[in-house]
């Protein structure tokens, strides 16, 4: 499986001790890269938990999900 997934950071994120969940006790950092609260996971993932390994998805904003075939990118800038 593999999915598309826009990011618009361009530097990094650095941890600061109020980013650890107090009720947890620890930081969970998003790898699925579809948390509204990016770069930490907020439960979003629970969406790909029945993707196919043999499909690639693209996830609009509002979290619908689709199946393509491929995912072909253009730069817009030329
Ligand atoms: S891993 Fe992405 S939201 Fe949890």
């Known amino acids: 499986m593999s ?16 980013d650890l969940d107090e ?3 620890d930081v969970a950092i998003c790898r699925c890269g ?8 907020d439960g979003s ?5 029945d993707e196919s390994p043999d499909e690639r998805y693209v996830y609009d904003e509002d979290g619908t999900r689709s199946v393509v075939d491929r ?3 253009t730069d817009e800038s030329k």
């Open 3 to 18: 999915r598309l997934v826009e990011l618009e950071a361009n530097g990094p994120r650095k941890l600061e001790a109020d």
């Open 23 to 25: 009720e947890k006790g």
């Open 34 to 41: 579809l948390a509204e609260s990016f770069p930490f996971c």
């Open 45 to 49: 993932h629970r969406q790909t938990e």
């Open 71 to 73: 995912v072909v990118c």
